[in-house]
């Protein structure tokens, strides 16, 4: 059974930081693609952040570049989003979801977890 288990969202003011972790279990981690996507409020699921199976390339969109990181330790199972400089509007659900290489959607995701972010 595959899960897919995201932790570190909280409450922190405008441009404070969090780290959001997810750790993946019943899956072959490296075999998949990592990303983190996020949900407010009356709004529609949004793309955050991708990196390939090896950790060696990565994606962002305009709206969070050069102020979020996404990374991965194969060895621990685990994709991590660097979240720095939050904006309340960066306030929403982040799910993790794995994509197996080499296929276009997301196989698995996380059940999330809540960032705040306070001005």
């Known amino acids: 059974q595959v899960q897919l288990v995201e932790s570190g969202g909280g409450l922190v003011q405008a441009g404070g930081s969090l780290r959001l972790s997810c750790a993946a279990s019943?899956?072959?981690?490296?075999?998949?693609?990592m990303g983190w996507f996020r949900q407010a409020p009356g709004k529609e699921r949004e793309f955050v952040a991708r990196?390939?199976?090896?950790?060696?390339?990565?994606s962002y969109p305009d709206s969070v570049k050069g102020r979020f990181t996404i990374s991965r330790d194969n060895a621990k199972n685990t994709v991590y989003l660097q979240q720095n400089a939050l904006k309340p509007e960066d306030s929403a659900i982040y799910y993790c979801?794995?994509?197996?290489?080499?296929?276009?959607?997301?196989?698995?995701w996380g059940q999330g977890t809540q960032v705040t972010v306070s001005s």
């Open positions: 990196v390939n199976w090896s950790g060696s390339s990565t």
């Open positions: 979801a794995a994509r197996l290489r080499g296929t276009a959607g997301y196989n698995y």
């Open positions: 019943g899956l072959t981690f490296s075999m998949y693609d």
